[in-house]
């Protein structure tokens, strides 16, 4: 076992304590943004903030703010944290880890008695997940002024408006403007997490540096072709949407593993056939697609080339296509500067963390649009997520807390 400077014992209790609120099962857990678990999570919470000698506060966004002043008060602050609350069937870790985390580091330097050069500020954001009310980030873009028209009428699945539920929570949708953040205000944001990939596991590494956060671009893919009967139309005079759709489906495999050392993920993973049918050869399928890289240049050389394939597969059976863009965003990377502090706070604590990008997308993501950000994974088993079997060990989320709060640390001795 490493020797860490954060205590992992506190580290560990404060995440099983966590874990017993909107406990489903064993290791099960369904907090939902807003629900009255999520308010008791972060009334636990921010008392292990002001524990850590913070004074927190919660926004009109439902957002847990806790900060301790730094010598030069008016500097920009370094925020770190994440978010508690999570999907409906989930684990103890997602987000959990990185608010958790935090909170210990400045804890820890409370106990050591020192002073941070500039503001730290620690956030359990809101609503990251995005689960009740099908829009993700709310708490961190509310911070920003990133919301959208309409966000707050949006309903759950009881029909209960997400203004009703932020009132309930204790979120002020009048005061939104008050507690929106001023361009400059945070100057670097850190976000500790576990990976919810297997990349770690297979490098038998506890924490990665995140280098940035790929862009996923989202398709809806429409083909068309002719329904005929399934006993009687001969094969050379078939227009089968599905057998286009499929030599697609392939294709993108094949493309996503073209480079092999490349993170570049494509997947199909919804597909809707029509007429359905045994006996009626498939006259229109609906797919969507998937494809990530942290290159934008390499997605867009593979978005090409998928292009070509569809065409192909369109003129090899006679169909039509429709590729709809649902979403196209760009690779977010990390600063620089951030990822030399974290690379050399990792090489003192002699500590091999490998440098990987992340697929899914963090509160980082937001954070991204406003100040300089960077990421510390901790490894999970498996990679598995968003299930209650999600899991990281004690101290691969002590040695990612102490990698936090050693970047911390030289940050506040930059100046
Ligand atoms: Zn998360």
Redesign the pocket.
């Known amino acids: 076992m490493l020797n860490f400077t954060i205590n992992a014992n506190r580290v560990e209790e404060r995440i099983d304590r966590l874990a017993e609120i909107g406990k489903i099962s064993a290791t099960g857990v369904c907090r939902l943004a807003l629900s009255p678990e999520d308010r008791q999570a972060v009334n636990v919470v921010k008392l292990w903030m002001e524990e850590a000698g913070m004074k927190a506060r919660i926004d009109a966004f439902g957002n847990l703010i806790g900060r301790i002043e730094g010598l030069n008060p008016d500097a920009p602050s370094i925020m770190i944290g994440?978010?508690i609350d999570t999907q409906p069937y989930a684990g103890r870790f997602?987000?959990i880890v990185g608010v958790i985390g935090a909170i210990e580091a400045v804890q820890t330097f409370k106990e050591r008695s020192i002073v941070p050069s500039v503001p730290i500020e620690v956030a359990a954001f809101c609503d990251?997940e995005g689960c009740r009310f099908n829009k993700g980030l709310f708490g961190v873009r509310g911070l920003l002024g990133q919301l959208e028209e309409g966000e707050l009428e949006r309903t759950d699945k009881n029909g209960i408006t997400r203004r009703q539920a932020l009132l309930e929570f204790g979120g002020e949708p009048e005061g939104f403007a008050d507690s929106e953040y001023q361009p400059g205000q945070v100057g670097t944001f850190l976000e500790l997490?576990i990976e919810q990939g297997p990349v770690l596991e297979s490098l038998d590494c506890p924490v990665g540096i995140v280098t940035g956060i790929s862009g996923p671009l989202w398709w809806t893919v429409d083909m068309y072709g002719f329904a005929g009967h399934a006993g009687s139309v001969p094969m050379g005079l078939r227009r089968d949407a599905l057998v286009g759709a499929s030599k697609v489906i392939v294709g993108l495999q094949a493309i996503a593993s073209s480079q092999p050392e490349a993170p570049t993920v494509g997947t199909v993973g919804s597909l809707k056939v029509f007429p359905d049918s045994r006996n009626i050869i498939p006259e229109h399928v609906q797919f969507t697609v998937d494809l990530r890289d942290i290159d934008l240049s390499r997605r867009n050389k593979l978005e090409k080339q998928l292009r070509g394939l569809i065409d192909q597969a369109a003129q090899e059976h006679g169909l039509r296509v429709e590729i709809r863009e649902d979403t196209n965003s760009e690779p977010r990377y990390c600063a620089p500067r951030i990822l030399n502090t974290v690379r050399e706070a990792a090489k003192e604590m002699k500590v091999a963390a490998p440098e990987l990008m992340s697929g899914p997308f963090?509160d980082s993501l937001a954070m991204s649009y406003y100040c300089d950000y960077g990421m510390i994974f901790v490894r999970c088993k498996e990679g598995i997520s968003h299930n209650p079997q999600e899991y990281a060990s004690k101290e691969d989320i002590a040695t990612g807390t102490e990698l936090l709060y050693q970047t911390l640390l030289k940050m506040c001795q930059e100046g």
């Open positions: 994440s978010h997602d987000g990251e997490h963090h």
